[in-house]
């Protein structure tokens, strides 16, 4: 879509110079040789800019891909130089250790496996009911 313009707009410039060089002339006394010459004129003129706009688009296109390939190449020469691993020391102290929390109470409270009973549990009595410090609840 964007060549089209650029089309139209060649040729709105062409016949804009062939029309300015008519008018310079004059229309009465204007000969065939007279419109040759200014058609050829807008021709040379178009043709000489499209020319610059496309060498322009080449040497930029040209120095795009140089610049790529030059910026690859530093950053392979910076990526040779590197070492691969990098060793870094803390500067921190260790971490102090954790404070050792209260000791758990012994359990206080019947004994429900003993030896004669041959591994079975006596009847669950809700007054033996003991919390961890070992007071009855």
Known sequence: MRISFVVYGL????IELVGAQLEQIGWPSLTPLD???AVVHALLTVSVCVAGL????VAARRWRRARLAYLGERARLAEETEPETVTVESWRPEPLALPAGPT???FVGPDYVAPDDHGTLPLYVPSEILDRDGHRI
């Open 11 to 14: 040729l709105y410039i062409m």
């Open 35 to 37: 419109v040759a010459t």
């Open 54 to 57: 496309l060498g322009l688009d």
């Open 104 to 106: 758990p109470a012994s």
